[in-house]
T-cell receptor, first 115, second 114 residues
Framework: GAGVSQSPSNKVTEKGKDVELRCDPI?????LYWYRQSLGQGLEFLIY????????KSGLPSDRFSAERTGGSVSTLTIQRTQQEDSAVYLC?????????????FGEGSRLTVL | AQSVTQLDSHVSVSEGTPVLLRCNYS??????LFWYVQHPNKGLQLLLK??????LVKGINGFEAEFKKSETSFHLTKPSAHMSDAAEYFC????????????FGAGTRLAVHP
């Protein structure tokens, strides 16, 4: 497809389990971003990748959260020992450049529910 | 530091009437400003952007916004609402000198009634 693809679209897990969320950006987009959308917190920046490097990971809420990007393409966001407050929609976005044009192309998100 | 404040969490209009979604921003430098729209169970989509060119910006689906530096505002308007405009709208700010680290407002949910 031509857009940003995220999987799974829905994930229900038990507290304490690890989860992996995948993002497949638009082909050729060098920049990739993860955001989290939750009730009461709105949309929060998590991490930014330029190629396979993450120059800004300042939004990751704790050391239980990590992300990687390989081949300048697919990215995986991993949450270890999930907690109920991790329940949210995790959005991935990509852009063709890193300049501040503001046009990010978003996926439809992965909805995570931690029981 | 940058921030945006969306002044209304919910706006309800009748089909065919004007839409006004209000946004104020705070920035220590000349920012880039955007409106994004999120339809139910859909990804966020860029509606329009201001990047220091014309202060009146036209976007998709008949929306426009005016950058007013003196009022630090970037309100979104549309002359005539359509049922398909029902969605959540986000005012967004970023530093044009950097990468696309977007700071989102809390969102305004627009309801359109027949």
């Amino acid at each position: 497809g031509a857009g940003v693809s995220q999987s799974p679209s829905n994930k229900v897990t038990e507290k304490g389990k690890d989860v992996e969320l995948r993002c497949d950006p638009i082909s050729g987009h060098t920049a990739l971003y993860w955001y989290r959308q939750s009730l009461g917190q709105g949309l929060e920046f998590l991490i930014y990748f330029q190629g396979n490097s993450a120059p800004d990971k300042s939004g990751l809420p704790s050391d239980r959260f990590s992300a990687e990007r390989t081949g300048g393409s697919v990215s995986t966001l991993t949450i270890q020992r999930t907690q109920q407050e991790d329940s949210a929609v995790y959005l991935c976005a990509s852009s063709p450049t890193t300049g501040g044009t503001g046009e990010l192309f978003f996926g439809e998100g992965s909805r995570l529910t931690v029981l | 530091a940058q921030s945006v404040t969306q002044l209304d969490s919910h706006v309800s209009v009748s089909e065919g009437t004007p839409v006004l979604l209000r946004c104020n921003y705070s920035s220590s430098y000349s920012p880039s400003l955007f409106w994004y729209v999120q339809h139910p169970n859909k990804g966020l989509q860029l509606l329009l952007k201001y990047t220091s060119a014309a202060t009146l910006v036209k976007g998709i689906n008949g929306f426009e916004a005016e950058f007013k530096k003196s009022e630090t505002s970037f309100h979104l308007t549309k002359p005539s609402a359509h049922m398909s405009d029902a969605a959540e709208y986000f005012c967004v700010v970023s530093d044009p000198r950097g990468y696309n680290k977007l700071i989102f407002g809390a969102g305004t949910r627009l309801a359109v009634h027949p």
